[in-house]
């Protein structure tokens, strides 16, 4: 167990619908990170916050948002769904930029 | 564009044998390669490789890399069913002021069958 929370476990949803998906970090860790692992792309990063500010993004779509709060928990909001937003949903944390990235154990969406 | 590519995709062997997974990478701003093992869920952490030619070693596994070439390899002697897993190979770099972000490859699959 590495301490990361996520839920839901799993999610099952229509096209064009909107689901939020939530993750707590390890307790001291700042920095909480997004992944999107599908089977044709494997584990792609999809943006960072630090102490609520976002950090860094990488392939995240428009449709795609997130926050982090004060309590240092993070949402990550996903709208307009379609068919290829089906995948696992990770959450990781770090102690504020450190490379070791402590993974949650995923959401698994799937969009029908 | 940065990119991380993992060698073989997949790979069976029989229990007890030694197995070797390859990491290449072509990136920009490398601070360090980091291997993960995936079972049926969360990546977990197994190594962080900052330096060449300095060998990490947990237990049956062990990990090196070579910053010359651009490669890591991932060493898991006498297998065990419990290796069966995806292994993942992540660098990590630097992309601007204080901000670091994780590149992963595809992964190696490893089954290993009893």
């Known amino acids: 167990d590495s301490g990361v929370t996520q839920t839901p476990k799993h999610l099952i949803t229509a096209t064009g619908q909107r689901v939020t998906l939530r993750c707590s970090p390890r307790s001291g860790d700042l920095s909480v990170y997004w992944y999107q692992q599908s089977l044709d792309q494997g584990l792609q990063f999809l943006i960072q916050y630090y102490n609520g500010e976002e950090r860094a993004k990488g392939n995240i779509l428009e449709r795609f948002s997130a926050q982090q709060f004060p309590d240092l928990h993070s949402e990550l909001n996903l709208s307009s769904l379609e068919l290829g937003d089906s995948a696992l949903y990770f959450c990781?944390?770090?102690?504020?930029?450190?490379?070791?990235?402590?993974f949650g154990p995923g959401t698994r969406l799937l969009v029908l | 564009e940065d990119k991380v590519v993992q060698s073989p995709l997949s790979l069976v062997v029989h229990e007890g044998d030694t197995v070797t997974l390859n990491c290449s990478y072509e990136v920009t701003n490398f601070r360090s390669l980091l291997w993960y093992k995936q079972e049926k869920k969360a990546p977990t952490f197994l190594f962080m490789l900052t330096s060449s030619g300095i060998e990490k070693k947990s237990g049956r596994l062990s990990s090196i890399l070579d910053k010359k070439e651009l490669f890591s390899i991932l060493n898991i002697t006498a297998t065990q069913t419990g290796d069966s897993a995806i292994y993942l190979c992540?660098?990590?770099?630097?992309?601007?002021?204080?901000?670091?972000?994780?590149?992963f490859g595809k992964g190696t699959l490893l089954t290993v069958n009893p």
């Open positions: 992540a660098v990590d770099l630097h992309i601007g002021g204080s901000n670091y972000k994780l590149t």
């Open positions: 990781a944390s770090s102690f504020q930029g450190a490379e070791t990235q402590y």
